[in-house]
């Protein structure tokens, strides 16, 4: 068989974190892909086992800058999970709050970004241009726009202030309004139907195999959610439905993003509108551990994050484990990226949303035995669009 | 609690030592039963792997698997103890649940453990990177519990 082999990374726009996914070529059909990571290992794991039960939360905080309070979220849990130690209700709304937040600015990165890789700017200003006021709310609840520092063992280390509720509203009935509008646009426009339905689908039973998680799974029919499954915080007294499709391709992966973002605002409005009645403290006064072990989840935008502590009585964990969702949502390239025309490869990278960055570098084949293709991958995903842009407007 | 008194009736002479806390079962397997409990785990109540997790403990090198019961929102955690610390050796899940397979490769670099019957049983974080550059067993703490 006459192949060519093309490596995507370690470093590409496509990717924040510096991870190898090497594409066997026939033609243009991917035969394979080869996965590679381990290219940016931190240690946090081994870090997180040197600190306080506290200073763990500030270090998981800056696993990812996206997640950013998915993992401390999931970290307390895992600590609360040793104790069974309960919460404040008015904490629990604030955890609540602000992993909504987060979980709408991520899904609007992602949407915008979606719409940079095959060509649909218009999209990715949008996106990215409603995601700045939510932005906004974390600075008025919390004073940073990035990092929140919100989460403590036995609730929250900032209350939000009554004062600022109705202008958290107004922020958010905006962003509610606009992303009505981006899901009528992505829903109805022919141009994106036609680029992404059908193209890197991920079965079922291949998100069942593969363990696969959040909007990944669940663009392709499968019920899980840890919000439904385990509601903890605020999850159990608000209103909110689970988003599942069932086709399992790109496109569904972008109508579960959307359809959650407008759940999302649903669950903002209940929290902010609980806010204002809900009176008490924020936290409670958390002492000391005791030996055990806990499992502590969340669902982040990508999907469940988890993390396992093991303590021994001391103020430190003797073991602490931390799955990001990516890490079991990678894999299924494997099933969804075999036999796809290489053009579609970028846009199906990208539909589990693995962690992004700005890098900006071009493709070229770095096996010395064969000839450099050179092959931009972004340009090919780019013409494809441009392509049925034409079959479908004519010019 | 349906799900773990269904598990406990089918499987129950099967595992070792369990700790029943709200909605996390842990209990202890041997390597030889391992694989029914996983198939009974992930084919018959459709359970979903999170993760797993290895460490070193006083009685040797222990592997946990970590499975969601999503539907209940139950855990069941399959603990499998080696007692050879120097040539940890047990039966990889990999056949069973494609997706252990990475865990599985991680938590051979970090402990050394030989997962009998994985697929692929290459390195994954350190494929194309110096043997032992940040990772591996010498640079991880030893603490027991």
Redesign the interface.
Known sequence: MNSNVLPVGPYHPLLEEAE?FTLTLDGETVTDIDL???WM?R?HE?IS??KTFTQSIYLVERICGICSTSHPLACVHAVE?VD?IEIPERAAYIRTLVGELERIHSHLLWIGLAGHFIGYDTLWMWAWKYREPILDMFEIISGNRNHYGVMRVGGVAVDVHPERISELKKIVDMVDSKMHMIAKAAKDDPVLKSRLVGVGVLSKQDA??????GPTARASGV??DVRK???NDAYGMVDFNEIVCENGDVYDKLVVRVLETLESTKIVRQCLDKLETVKGPILNNVKEIS?G?G?G?YEAPRG?V?H?V?T?GTNTP??H?V?APS??NI?TFQASCKGIPVADALITLASVDPCYCCTERSIKIIDPNRDPLGIDIMKLSRDKTEQIRREVYGG | MHEVDEFLSKMGSKIGLVINKKKRLYFEVENGNLHEVVTYLFKDLGCRLSTATAMEVYRGVEVLYQFSHDASGQYFCPRVVMTDKKKPVMNSITPIVTGAGWIEREMAEYWNISFTGHPRPEPLLTKNHPRGEGLGQPFRIRRTS
């Not at chain 1, 069942?208 to 998680?213: F, H, K, L, W």
């Open positions: 190898y590679d990571i381990g290992h240690g081994l086992e040197r999970d069974n069942i195999d593969y363990c696969a998680v019920h899980t499954d385990e509601p030996m072990e499992i989840r469940e988890f396992y093991r021994d003797v073991r484990k799955r890490y079991v894999p």
